[in-house]
């Protein structure tokens, strides 16, 4: 559902509203043109507070007012009592082209599942994301299957299919011989990314992306490459500065992947605008962050899914290291004052559970 003006990333007051019930006005955000509703919950949340009483009014799919008494002459009524509206939720870091890993390891899903089957999958986790009431998500890759998630945003946009507004980063841009899958030296299998190295390749990678319909760029400022399968910094600090310096004077922002204290400075020091994971992030990294204004999507939820499906028996079993230890990285990061974005790397774990973010993060 749009709203009468866009927001920039980040501020998620009166930017759309979201109904449970959604399914009694037809398909989600293609209501039908010129139609007026008035809806009546007992509670408004708008961002900031909770009203009691609060009504909003729906026009042509734009909410015109909200307030205790709305105009509402020819507007159809819909009553929702015990319920409370609110705001869409902006979704961070999502991958609708992906589902869970307990039904197809990444690496299957990458060489394995067709690009049309992928693209069927990702039009029900639209839909399911939607109903589980997150209006917009950015998009962090479509893991392999090239740019069928910018694909996916324009079929949501033209209304052939209920979908949230999407904020689309192209193929993630990796170091060459960092990323997954891999296999015996003498083969060359297909990527989940795009490898780019150098200032003449990133600079013609990023645009390339920027052309095909990407909104952000996303670079991976470490992986597990290290001489032990240990995570390292994949690229050098002139090369991240070049990207986002292509990147942000086309308009785009820059997102980073990454997981060590060095990859994570290198990428706030260049100017990305969030962080994703940061596992490894240490109060003087956060800090660093919370002063030049990098945000940080600390992807719980992930974690979580991914303990359970190595044998985790959550409320049952002790913890795992890996609990324990994001556990303490999240309370260091909320301690520094760094910015906090709702983003569970949703697509590890089913679509339309994205809540289970936002759970972790009230418990953690």
Not at 33 to 58: K, N, S
Not at 72 to 88: C, D, F, K, N, Y
Not at 148 to 159: N, T
Not at 195 to 210: C, K, P, S, Y
């Amino acid at each position: 559902m749009k709203t009468r003006t866009s927001r920039p990333w980040g501020n998620v007051s009166l930017s759309s509203f979201w109904i449970g019930i959604f399914v009694l006005l037809g398909q989600a955000t293609h209501l039908e043109a010129q139609v007026t509703w008035v809806l009546r919950p007992d509670r408004v949340f708008d961002g900031t507070t909770m009203h009691q009483g609060w009504e909003v009014l729906v026009r042509d799919h734009i909410i015109v007012a909200a307030g205790p008494a709305v105009p509402s002459i020819g507007a159809t009524e819909v009553r929702l009592p015990g319920m409370t509206l609110l705001p869409g939720l902006i979704e961070g870091h999502s991958h609708l082209l992906l589902h869970p890993y307990n039904e197809t390891p990444w690496t299957d899903q990458v060489l394995l599942e067709s690009q049309a089957e992928r693209v069927a999958r990702a039009t029900v986790h639209a839909r399911r994301t939607l109903m589980a009431g997150v209006t917009t998500v950015r998009d962090l890759g479509s893991e392999g299957a090239g740019y069928a998630d910018v694909g996916l945003k324009a079929a949501i946009d033209k209304g052939v299919i209920p979908g949230p507004r999407m904020l689309v980063a192209g193929p993630a841009i990796v170091a060459t011989g960092s990323y997954n899958p891999k296999g015996a030296p003498e083969w060359s299998l297909p990527k989940g990314a795009e490898e780019a190295d150098g200032f003449d390749d990133l600079t013609r990678v990023t645009r390339d992306q920027i052309g095909r319909g990407a909104d952000w760029i996303k670079v991976y400022a470490d992986y597990r490459w290290g001489p032990h399968g240990e995570a390292r910094p994949t690229f050098t600090q002139a090369e991240l500065e070049l990207v986002v310096e292509v990147a942000e004077s086309s308009g785009r922002r820059v997102v980073a992947h990454s997981a060590t204290p060095e990859g994570m400075e290198r990428a706030a020091r260049a100017g990305v605008r969030t962080i994703e994971h940061g596992d490894g992030g240490t109060a003087e990294t956060f800090r660093m962050m919370a002063e030049l204004g990098v945000a940080f999507c600390p992807t719980l939820a992930a974690g979580d899914a991914i303990s359970q499906y190595g044998g985790w028996r959550k409320g049952v079993d002790p913890e795992p290291t890996r609990i324990q230890d994001k556990r303490a990285n999240f309370r260091t990061a909320l301690e520094s004052g760094v910015q906090i974005c709702f983003g569970g790397d949703v697509g590890v774990y089913a679509h339309g559970e994205n809540v289970r973010e936002l759970e972790l993060m009230v418990e953690y």
